[in-house]
Structure formats: structure tokens, C-alpha cells
């Protein structure tokens, strides 16, 4: 090619042209009249034009007819009788000239397409598409008109024109399947159907009328004739069968045509309808659409489920509702599948009939989202279907449905929900995602070692009013509900009145007067700087700025608070608020006068406090913070007790250094009663010390050399001392801390932990099968310091992992760790043992909770807790709220085995709960549950009352927990994954809710920040009296914050008529009695056959209900502390220099005793005492 030149490789390329055989004219035709769609359809919509126009100009011919002047075009008309029929009149009708041209025109068009269209269709028979009914219709109005061009006389001819209107039907019906396909007009297969029968009826009407005003031409005389209107008249009576019988037909071809048209009627009119009624029935199952104009005006959320199940659903809407500015939004249900019969009657409850909307549909499809109009959402809930056996299959249709909305609708909010966390680095991209199985097994995970976490957390995330429980006569339940109303809510400091007067204080002292002031717990904060995160409890070296984000525990937010002072002249007040923004400032008293302050929530929330102040005269001499500490004694405890005698007696002083309000007359609350330190023989009075602004802020502080810190105000406590002997390591440094080597699943962010230097050999996991490195058979072999925890699952997940971190976390110290033991009913795979090898002290066995021999062997005597998490096989039952069945009934074996056992339970279902720990004669529950019962059928009929009142009572509505009371949830020894849908639901107005219960929860660590953890009230503490005390001396001494209170109370101690015991009769008793002592036998055997002493076995256990537990949120100042109260405290991050105010006391249980010599051992790994 190159010696031919470059002209010879051109001469050689060769040009192919493709489709030649679309170039012929035919070919052009047919892809212009028949297959491009956007063309067919304007040819269509003229056509259409066409047909209407022909049949009004008919109508015209008929109105300007004369009966009078019957002949053909140019002859003389004829004069007939008035006793005898005219059928000329039948032939011949008066047409003008102007009208006759328009008609011709419109026939010579409409036949020049008929043939076009019939060269351009032909295949086949050419005589089958003639003889259609259509084309003769054509033929029948088109051709007469064509020959009256050539003979003048037939241009009176009669035509019947009007059937072109069946011709406008047809096409009508061709041009709806165009619209839908070529401008992409969404129309539903019932609008199509309603838009045809209407013009079939409209045809048959209008063809009727015309038909027998012409029939009656032919009637003898003139009157007997009958003009359109009248026929028009005569035709909608008739075929309304009412039948006046005022006008009334006289020939007989105009009777024939009239009962013709009836049968017709008869027979097409039903065939429609049963089509219409049937696409009915298809559009109330595919559910409704919303409607674009709604989308322009009204505000929507759009919820994605692969089925709407009624708790699910409903749980959405009392929590999306429950929020004020939330009322005037709809929401829209997309779901693949249709609807139930309990849905479909609460959709129909007005209160949710006229702002939720169900759509039938996929959010795979483009055409469903636009149905929802996804684009102009709010946001977009995506929901995994939870009672599902294979539970990856689940999350793969979520992140498949999730990633089908981010590509229609980049920028919109999208809030998920996932089951397996090994699934969530998929949907990353979304804006809010919660994982189930993460968040289960951390607050599983922290019920182990702060009882109540579970409800503490469900009562947080849950939308509240607090009036829960106020109509009750027991104590436990008003308190109980009134704390229930607490909530997470943000506010910028320098808008807050909360906290805008602790600008430049450090947040440990602002916390404090917070909650002294106004009943709130600032328990964190976020700066106003770039990437920077929420954090705990950071501490006292925090100083507070306005730009700062405090996040609260209170009733409600601040913006809905109103502070009423309660002078009533309004002069004052303003000049109230003057002296207030300027004393803030000097942190003095807000008010030189006793003002009484009301925080009232708007609406019907209200909190009184009382706040006398005690302001300093002008002028007044003071004496100097070095002449006060002069007088102190050098040692600790004279130097407290004398600080605290001087304040007494100077209370300007104390409201000045404490921000306590104090006033001259009576005891301060801050000080023990007088004469408590001679109850105790030889202990010192204790003391609390006031909260400082800042750390060392005082310089006449630091030149006196005195500071307040933790370091000094001590309790010197006899007592307790814990036995650190117990964890004496062999080898210090096979312990450590750091990062997990090895990840469970991708995506998983390392925590901080206390890990074994040298992770264990994999058979050394395995609790009761000796190996080379062990030869232990039981729990018990092992004689651990500390009582074990037991989680029974069915098979090993990811997930668990999640359940072992927060139990292990860096900041536990190493003599409070706990065994864990996994007892799995399938045998774990070698990824998931590598990941827990590293962590000290965790272990699993094949074993199932049914099985006696295997709780036996895993240690159910030495443990402190056994959480029982839900199987996934149960999930298939065949009726749906069985699923809990084989889990009920195998806990409470457990419970009547070994009744002192601490037992918590994953549910599937919420209303099984009262179920757990079931006890047929236990009167106080049964009497429990009834009030229940009444309260939740009261609220359901007043619902349904005033389902259509808004305003105000429809904010007053908040979520409702129906199983808020009862007994297993009030203590925290039931929990159901559904508690945690509603902190995907809070995140749509709380956008830091995930983020913040992740840190509660210990599932992240934020630089900073702090974390949960708990304190027991032993009797040594109690003279501290006061929750409100209590909070000042954390505060004061180790910096924690208490959140709130784990209460535990025996039953005689509430007077209520619910909170009386009644004993069973002497005959149920003994046999109980009997029972009891059959189950000790059985266990005592079990013991005897795996050589296992039977002294461990706790037999005089009762089943009797002896006490109950409840969660107290943020109590009041004032709330008095009891006897084994556990105290909800956060920690800051690291921890102060200081040992808690607390005495020192043993951190495990002791239920199992220990007998001299005998010989601990820890296979691998052992721990030191440092802390």
C-alpha cells in the first residue's frame, strides 16, 4: 500500500450506509403517521380536532334546519299532510351553502388519510381491513360529501355525520396510549378506563339524541316534530328511567331506534362499569399518588419498607408527630407490597387518613419515586423489614433501595436503617444511618454493668410528655412518668438563657448551677470550630464560649419555655431583665427582690422553682477570701468543716462563691444536720466543697497556697477495702492497651480497649473442652475473681462484637472486668474467634439455654447477669407474635431454676414482654397491667375523638410506649430491637441524636469527650441526702455529671393500693413450696453428675416478688437518695487526678463465696493492679 500511494488506500476504503431500507417513500411515511410517536400522536390529536368539529357543524345543520323546505338541492319542495308520515324528510335536509363547503373540506381530509392510512398499514387481506367498522364509518361520512361535488342536487342530502363522534372515541383511546409513551403523562389504567367510559356514555347519548331528533322528521305536521333541545330532553329522561312521559316519540322508526339504543345501553353500559369497579379495586391496593400541585405547596416525607406492618408504621407516626412543627407535613408509604386489613383501617382513622398517603410501589422504579415525588421530599426514610429470617437478605434490598433514591434524588436527606453492621459502609453516603445489631448489643452490652440502660436510653430517644403516670395513686409511677418526659435538646450558649450566664465558666460549674437553677443536666458540649464533635462531659478545663452548643437533659427545650417572674408591673420587669443581663456578668443574683421563676413549657408543661436571693448591701464591708482562709485549719477535714461553719453564717457569702441561693434563716441543705458526725464514733464530719468557676481562677488562692481540688477533700472512710490481691499478674506486660488487631467486618472503626499482648490460641476459647493449654471443664474451673456475664445467642454475628468492646473499654479499670461467655448454638467460624482472641477474659461454649447441663457448665451460678438474645430462626411463625415463643418459655425455666439470676431478654415483639418472668399469683402486676389496660383504651378513645382537633391538643400528643409500665421494661430486663426505630425518626429534627447515643453508649470515642458509667448508694453515702448534693459533690470533686438514678424499692415502701403484696393462700403456697423443692432437687442432681459442689446452688430462692426497679431521668434537686440507688454518672475523658468522693468498694458481686486456699488461675493472661 505504501509503493501505491496514498491515493490507491483511499480509492480502497469502502462506505457502508445502514437502515437504506427506511429511505423509500413508504418507509418515511410510516415512521413519520405511524411509528414516531410524538408525530402519530399530533396527527392523532388533529384527527380528533377533526371529528369534533364535524359533529358540532352537524349540530349547527340540525339547529338552522327548516321542516318546512324538504327537497333536494335546486328542486321545488313538495307539501305533505299533516295526518301522514313525511319519510322525505328522512332523505333530504336544508343545508346552507357555507356549511355544505365546510363539511365537504372536512370530508375530502379525513378520506385522503383513510386511504393513506390504508397503504401505509396493508398486510394480509385488504378486504378485512375495508370491511372494519371503522373504515365503513369513514367511507359513510367522507364519500357522499365527494360526490355532491359533481352532482349539485344531492347536496341536501341527509349524512349522518354524528357517528363520527364514535370515530372521535376510538381515537381518543389510541391517543391516551400515546400520551402515556411518548410524553411520558403518568395515567393510571383506572383514570384511562374513567376518561372511556365517559366518552362511550357521552357517545351513546349524543348519538341517540341526534339519531331520534332526525327519525322524527318524518312524524305528521310540524308540531309533532321535535327540535335538539327537546330530543335531547326526551333521551336523558328516558335513559334516567324516570320517563315523564310529557314528550314522546310518533313514528315507528324513531320507537325502533329508541328501544335499539336501550338494549344497547343495557349491555355495554355494565361491561364498563364491572372494567371500571375492577380497576377500582387494582388502584385501592396500588394505593393513591401524590399529587405534583401538594408536592408545590405542601411539605411530605417519603417512608421505604419492603412491607407496612401496623407497629411499625404506627411507632413512625405518634414519634414523627409527636414534634409541633412537624403537623403540617404529610407522609407518604412506599412499599412493594399491599396493604393489610389492621393497616387499612388505621390509615382510615381521620387523624391519619388526611396526612398519610400509601403508594404501591418499588423505589427500584423511576416511575414510583415520581409517583411519590421524591424529588421534592422532605426526606426519605428507608426501613428494613426486622421479623425476617435471613436478615443479609434484608439488608440488601435496603442498600439497594438507598442507593435507587440517591441516584433519582442526589441531594436529598436520607435517613436508613440497616440490620448487620458489616453492611453499613454501603450506605455511608447517607445522612443518618443506625444500625440495629450495633446499637442492640451496646446497650446490652452496658445493661450488664448499669442496670436500666436499656430503658434509659429508650426513654431518652422516645417523645415524651412526662404526664405519664400523674393520674396514678402510686408514688414510684408518677415519678417514674414524670422523669420519662426528658429529652435530648442543643442550644447556643449565647442564646440561651439556661446558660448565657456561664459565659467564660467552665462547664463543670455551669452543669452544676444549671441544674441547681433551672432542673436541667448539661451533660455536653460542641465548639463552633471546624470538624470539631460533641463531647461529654469534657471536663473542667472546658471553658464555656457563646458559641458553644450545649446539649441538656430536660422536659422540654428552652424554646419552648417561658420565664414569668412574677412582678406584675411591666415596668419592673423590664427593668428586671436590665439587671439581669448585667449581674450575669459579676455572676451575682438576678433579682434584688425574692423573685418566684416558672419555667413553663408552652403548652401545659410546668416546672416551678423558687429562688431566694440574698443580695449585698451597697457598701457593706466584706471580708477578704485571705482572711477567711487564714483561719483554716492546715489539715483537710478542719479546713472543709470551717469553710462550711463560715458560710453558714454569711450567706451573701455563699450565694456569691457557690451560686447557691441561700438565705439567712435556716440550715443550709449544703451542710450534713447537726450532731451526724457523732452517729459515727471517731469519723470526722464529711464536707462539700463549692464547684469553681474555673480551675485555680482565684489568685488570692494561689498565694495562700490553697486550691480546691479533688486531691483534698478526700473522705477518709474505714471499711471496704478492695482486695486487689485477687488480680495479682503473673506478667504484667501480657496485658495492655490499644487497638484491636484484628476487624470484625469492613468499616468497623477501632476502639480503644484493654487487649492481651499476646492474643490466645483459638482452642483456648472454648470454655468447657480442655486443651493443651488448659484443662478446665466448667465455668467454675476457672475461679474468676469477678462474677462472669453469659450472652446466649443462636449463632455467632459480627454484630456481637459490638456486645465485648464496650465491655472491655480502655477506660474500665482492669480489677472491675468481667468474664464474658458466649454460649453459641452453632459453632462460631475462625474469623469471628480471631477477631475476640485478643480480649482478656472472653470465651464461648456450644451450648443452648434450654439445656440445664449447659447453663450448668457455663456458670450460671457465678454470674452476674445472662442476656438472652433473640433467635433469628423464630422470625418465620406462623402467627407473627409467636415469634417469641421458644425465648418466653426458655427464660422462664431460667428464672424458675434459678430465680437470683439477673436475666435480660431481647424480644421480637414489644407485647410479649409481659410475659418475662411471668408469675400467675403475682397480684401487683396483674393489677398493674389492668390500669394499663384502662389508660391505654381511655387514650385510644379520646384519640379517636378528637382525631380532628389541631392546634394545641394535637401537640399535647406525644409517642406512646404502651408497655411503658410495665415491670420487666421499668427495671431494664426486657429489651425489643423496635426501641431503637425512633432514634432514626428523632434524627429528622435532632440531627445529632445517632451521634450522640453512640457516645453514650460507647460505640465512639470523640477527643474529649466522656462516657457512662455508674455509682452505687451504700450506706455511707447517704448522708449526703439529696440528689442535688450529690450532683455538687461530683461535681466539685471528680468532675462527673449523674444523669440519673436507678431505683430500687421494696413494695411496702410506696403507699399505694397497687403496691401491696397479696400473699397466695396456705394451699398455693405449699404448692409453690413443693415446687421449689422438686426444681432444687433436679438442679442438685445435674450439679452432682458434672462434679460440681452443690453448696453454690442457692436454694432458699424465692419467685416472689419482693421489689420492683424503675429509671429516674434528671430528678429534681431535691430528689432524696436511697439505700442501693445506682447513680447514672458520665465521666470526663481520662479521668481527674483524684479517687472518687466515694468510699472504695468491691465492684463484683459476691454471691458466690470464697473459701480459704483457694487457687486462682488464669490460662492466658492475667491482669496488674494498676487501675
Known amino acids: 500500500m505504501d509503493i501505491l500511494g496514498p491515493e490507491a488506500w483511499y480509492h480502497d476504503r469502502v462506505r457502508v450506509e445502514f437502515y437504506i431500507n427506511e429511505r423509500s417513500f413508504k418507509e418515511r411515511l410510516q415512521l413519520y403517521f405511524i411509528k414516531n410517536q410524538r408525530s402519530s400522536l399530533r396527527i392523532r390529536v388533529f384527527n380528533f380536532f377533526l371529528m369534533a368539529v364535524s359533529c358540532t357543524l352537524y349540530c349547527v345543520r340540525v339547529i338552522l334546519d327548516d321542516h318546512r323546505h324538504i327537497a333536494c338541492h335546486g328542486c321545488t319542495p313538495k307539501n305533505f299532510s299533516n295526518t301522514t308520515e313525511n319519510w322525505w324528510g328522512l332523505l333530504w335536509v336544508n343545508r346552507p351553502v357555507w356549511l355544505w363547503a365546510l363539511q365537504v373540506s372536512i370530508a375530502i381530509i379525513m378520506l385522503f388519510q383513510t386511504v393513506l392510512m390504508l397503504y401505509l398499514q396493508h398486510k394480509g387481506n385488504i378486504c378485512q381491513q375495508l370491511m372494519s367498522i371503522t373504515r365503513i364509518l369513514e367511507f359513510l361520512n367522507t364519500i357522499p360529501f365527494i360526490i355532491t361535488l359533481f352532482w349539485p342536487p344531492l347536496r341536501n342530502l341527509f349524512i349522518p355525520v354524528f357517528l363520527n363522534c364514535w370515530l372521535a372515541h376510538a381515537i381518543l383511546k389510541n391517543m391516551l396510549n400515546d400520551l402515556n409513551r411518548a410524553l411520558q403523562k403518568i395515567q393510571t389504567a383506572f383514570s384511562q378506563q374513567v376518561i372511556i367510559l365517559c366518552s362511550m356514555l357521552l357517545c351513546l347519548i349524543f348519538t341517540s339524541i341526534c339519531g331520534v331528533e332526525h327519525l322524527e322528521r318524518a312524524a305528521p305536521g310540524v308540531d309533532g316534530k321535535m327540535n335538539f333541545f327537546q330530543a335531547s330532553y326526551f333521551v336523558i329522561v328516558t335513559f334516567s328511567t324516570v320517563g315523564y312521559g310529557d314528550i314522546q316519540v310518533n313514528v315507528w322508526p324513531s320507537q325502533l331506534f329508541v328501544a335499539i339504543m336501550i338494549i344497547a345501553a343495557l349491555v355495554v353500559i355494565p361491561i364498563q362499569l364491572e372494567q ?205 412518668g414524670r422523669s420519662s418526659g426528658n429529652e435530648v435538646y442543643h442550644i447556643t450558649l449565647g442564646d440561651s438563657k439556661f446558660f448565657g450566664e456561664f459565659e467564660n465558666k467552665s462547664f463543670i460549674y455551669a452543669s452544676f448551677h444549671a441544674h441547681k437553677k433551672y432542673g436541667v443536666a448539661l451533660v455536653g458540649v460542641k465548639k463552633d470550630e471546624e470538624d470539631s464533635e460533641i463531647q461529654l462531659n469534657p471536663g473542667p478545663k472546658h471553658i464555656m464560649q457563646a458559641s458553644d452548643t450545649c446539649y441538656y437533659f430536660n422536659i422540654t427545650k428552652e424554646e419552648n419555655s417561658a420565664f414569668i417572674f412574677a412582678d406584675s408591673d411591666p415596668e419592673k420587669e423590664r427593668e428586671h431583665k436590665r439587671k439581669d443581663s448585667k449581674s450575669s456578668l459579676h455572676n451575682e443574683p438576678s433579682s434584688s427582690s425574692k423573685i418566684h421563676s416558672i419555667i413553663a413549657s408552652v403548652g401545659t408543661l410546668a416546672i416551678e422553682y423558687y429562688h431566694h436571693g440574698a443580695t449585698r448591701q451597697h457598701g457593706a464591708p466584706t471580708e477578704s477570701r485571705s482572711d477567711l482562709l487564714s483561719r483554716q485549719s492546715q489539715s483537710q477535714g478542719s479546713m472543709a468543716i470551717e469553710l462550711q ?108 480497649s484493654h487487649l492481651l499482648a499476646n492474643p490466645r490460641k483459638l482452642c483456648c476459647l472454648e470454655l468447657d473442652q480442655p486443651c493443651s493449654h488448659s484443662n478446665h471443664h466448667c465455668a467454675r474451673d476457672y475461679n474468676w475473681p469477678n462474677n462472669s456475664i453469659i450472652v446466649a445467642v443462636e449463632s455467632t454475628a459480627p454484630g456481637l462484637y459490638n456486645f465485648i468492646v464496650p465491655l472491655r473499654a480502655h477506660w474500665r479499670p482492669k480489677h472491675t472486668l468481667k468474664p464474658i461467655v458466649i454460649m453459641v448454638e452453632k459453632r462460631p467460624d475462625t474469623v469471628f474467634l480471631e477477631s475476640i482472641a485478643a480480649f482478656p477474659l472472653v470465651y464461648y461454649m456450644i451450648g443452648s439455654i434450654e439445656s440445664l447441663d449447659d447453663l450448668l457448665r457455663a456458670g450460671i451460678l457465678q ?22 415463643a421458644c425465648q418466653v418459655v426458655a427464660v422462664q425455666t431460667m428464672f424458675k431454676l434459678f430465680p437470683s439470676s439477673t436475666i435480660i431478654t431481647e424480644l421480637t415483639h414489644p407485647s410479649n414482654m409481659r410475659f418475662m418472668q411471668f408469675r400467675a399469683k403475682d397480684y401487683y402486676a396483674l393489677k398493674l397491667a389492668q390500669k394499663q389496660k384502662l389508660s391505654f383504651v381511655h387514650a385510644y378513645l379520646k384519640g379517636k375523638l378528637k382525631s380532628n382537633v389541631k392546634g394545641k391538643r394535637e401537640k399535647e400528643r406525644g409517642a406512646n410506649l404502651s408497655y411503658m409500665f410495665r415491670l420487666p421494661f421499668a427495671a431494664g430486663n ?46 455511707d453515702d447517704l448522708w449526703i441526702r439529696t440528689y442535688g448534693r450529690l450532683y455538687q459533690k461530683l461535681c466539685s470533686t471528680t468532675f462527673e455529671i449523674p444523669v440519673g438514678i436507678y431505683r430500687t424499692q421494696m413494695q411496702s415502701d410506696s403507699k399505694s393500693e397497687l403496691s401491696v403484696t397479696i400473699d397466695d393462700d396456705d394451699q398455693s403456697s405449699t404448692c409453690l413450696s413443693e415446687e421449689r423443692a422438686a426444681l432444687a432437687e433436679l438442679v442438685r442432681s445435674k450439679m452432682k453428675k458434672l462434679g460440681l459442689p452443690e453448696s453454690d446452688y442457692d436454694a432458699e430462692a424465692t419467685e416472689k416478688r419482693s421489689a420492683l426497679s424503675y429509671v429516674l431521668i434528671n430528678p429534681g434537686f431535691d430528689t432524696k437518695l436511697e439505700l442501693d440507688d445506682v447513680i447514672f454518672i458520665i465521666r470526663p475523658a481520662g479521668g481527674p487526678n483524684a479517687s472518687s468522693p466515694m468510699p472504695p468498694r468491691r465492684k463484683y458481686s459476691t454471691r458466690r463465696p470464697k473459701t480459704e486456699g483457694e487457687k486462682r488461675e488464669e490460662p492466658q493472661g492475667s491482669m496488674d493492679t494498676r487501675l
Open 276 to 480: 371500571l369497579a375492577f380497576y377500582l379495586l387494582e388502584r385501592q391496593k396500588q394505593g393513591a399518588s401524590y399529587s405534583k400541585h401538594r408536592a408545590a405547596s405542601e411539605k411530605h416525607v417519603v417512608v421505604c419498607a419492603t412491607c407496612i406492618q401496623a407497629d411499625l408504621i404506627m411507632d413512625f407516626l405518634n414519634e414523627f408527630y409527636a414534634h409541633p412543627h412537624l403537623q403540617d407535613y404529610f407522609v407518604v408509604l412506599l412499599s412493594p407490597v399491599e396493604l393489610d386489613n389492621t393497616m387499612r383501617l388505621l390509615l382510615q382513622i381521620p387523624i391519619w387518613s388526611q396526612r398519610v398517603i400509601y403508594v404501591q410501589g418499588s423505589a427500584l422504579r423511576d416511575q414510583d419515586l415520581q409517583r411519590v415525588r421524591m424529588d421534592d421530599a422532605e426526606a426519605c426514610f428507608i426501613l428494613s423489614p426486622r421479623n425476617v429470617m435471613d436478615r443479609h437478605e434484608a439488608d440488601q434490598q435496603t442498600i439497594l433501595r438507598t442507593w435507587a433514591v440517591k441516584d433519582f434524588s442526589p441531594n436529598l436527606p436520607i435517613f436508613v436503617q440497616i440490620l448487620k453492621p458489616e453492611n453499613m459502609f454501603h450506605v455511608k453516603f447517607a445522612d443518618h444511618v443506625v444500625c440495629e445489631d450495633e446499637f442492640k448489643y451496646a446497650l446490652l452490652a452496658n445493661n450488664c454493668l448499669t442496670p436500666g440502660t436499656s430503658t434509659f436510653v429508650t426513654l431518652l430517644i422516645h417523645t415524651l410528655r412526662g404526664h405519664e403516670g400523674s393520674d396514678s395513686d402510686s408514688q414510684w409511677m408518677r415519678m417514674y
Open 863 to 884: 454470674a452476674d447477669t445472662v442476656v438472652v438474645v433473640d433467635r433469628e430462626s423464630s422470625k418465620l411463625a406462623e402467627e407473627d407474635y409467636m415469634a417469641d
Open 645 to 752: 461553719e463560715r458560710r453558714a453564717n454569711d450567706p451573701a457569702r455563699e450565694a456569691l462563691v457557690t451560686g447557691k441561693p441561700s438565705t439567712s434563716s435556716g440550715r443550709n441543705l449544703l451542710i450534713p444536720p447537726a450532731g451526724e458526725e457523732e452517729r459515727v464514733p471517731g469519723r470526722r464530719r464529711p464536707s462539700i466543697l463549692p464547684v469553681l468557676e474555673i480551675m485555680s481562677s482565684d489568685p488570692e488562692d494561689e498565694e495562700t497556697g490553697i486550691t480546691f481540688t479533688a486531691e483534698k477533700v478526700e473522705t477518709e472512710v474505714d471499711g471496704d477495702i478492695e482486695d486487689i490481691k485477687v488480680w495479682d499478674a503473673k506478667n504484667e506486660s501480657d496485658w495492655m492497651k490499644g487497638y484491636p488487631p484484628v476487624a470484625p467486618y469492613i468499616g468497623y472503626t477501632p476502639m480503644f
Open 974 to 1019: 426486657v429489651f425489643t430491637a423496635s426501641m431503637l426505630d425512633t432514634l432514626l425518626y428523632q434524627s429528622f429534627v435532632k440531627d445529632y441524636m445517632i451521634i450522640f447515643t453512640r457516645l453514650l453508649l460507647g460505640l465512639d470515642q470523640a477527643h474529649g469527650s466522656g462516657y457512662l458509667c455508674e455509682m452505687k448508694i451504700t450506706t
